[in-house]
């Protein structure tokens, strides 16, 4: 069954950097575009990033433009997101989400990972 | 950003009873709409996308429709297990995804 294992989370100071990972199984993970979403703690849900199914083509929220990078390896089928200049409101659960659809992002999540909490504060 | 405006915020209902939650946009989003189920401590579950097309699994008493800026979530007959909190989420200005608030749908 599918599965994706996010990890790396931590508490960390603003300005500071992070780099999450998300492991992903039972699925030819080669063939779909792969997304971050965030929670904060007691909100609703934001979308990050997300990045194509070949790792050619990548796209941010405004909120986190020019400071998180979202990259992918798909010899071990595993996503990144490189977080950096981190702020308070960076806080939350972020999971990895599957696209709906083979072989293009189509910006439905058809299957989530539980997440990985992340905490900036001083 | 196209906002998602979800309501009722909370509704409480009894199992067997029937569910309408609603999500409106601030501009067209066309079809493109997603229903998704979030239990405490789980993540989300998609229920329904482009607005009407039931996800894998998910049983025939849950059902969506509308399109442009209005629509609803129904759940026929509810099970112990549909009390939850419900996002919708369009992606019709894709990249610029946004979901709805959320409906927590509690027992009564």
């Known amino acids: 069954q599918v599965q994706l294992v996010e990890s790396g989370g931590g508490v960390v100071q603003p300005g500071r950097s992070l780099r999450l990972s998300c492991a992903a199984s039972?699925?030819?993970?080669?063939?779909?575009?792969i997304h971050w979403v965030r929670q904060a703690p007691g909100k609703g849900l934001e979308w990050v990033a997300v990045i194509s199914n070949d790792g050619s083509d990548k796209k941010y929220a405004d909120s986190v433009k020019g400071r998180f990078t979202i990259s992918r390896d798909n010899s071990k089928n595993t996503l990144y997101l490189q977080m950096t200049s981190l702020r308070p409101d960076d806080t939350a659960v972020y999971s990895c989400a599957k696209d709906l659809t083979l072989g293009a992002a189509d910006y439905y999540f058809d299957y989530w990972g539980q997440g990985t909490l992340v905490t900036v504060s001083s | 950003e196209i906002v998602l405006t979800q309501s009722p915020a909370t509704l409480s209902l009894s199992p067997g009873e029937r569910a309408t939650l609603s999500c409106r946009a601030s501009q067209s989003v066309r079809s493109y709409l997603a229903w998704y189920q979030q239990k405490p401590g789980q993540a989300p579950r998609l229920l329904i996308y482009?607005?009407?097309i039931r996800a894998t699994g998910i049983p025939a008493r849950v059902s969506g429709s509308g399109s442009g800026t209005d629509f609803t979530l129904t759940i026929s007959s509810l099970e112990p297990e549909d009390f939850a909190v419900y996002y919708c989420?369009?992606?019709?200005?894709?990249?610029?995804?946004?979901f709805g608030q959320g409906t927590r749908l509690e027992i009564k």
């Open positions: 039972g699925f030819t993970f080669s063939n779909y575009a």
């Open positions: 482009a607005a009407s």
């Open positions: 989420q369009q992606r019709s200005d894709w990249p610029r995804i946004t």
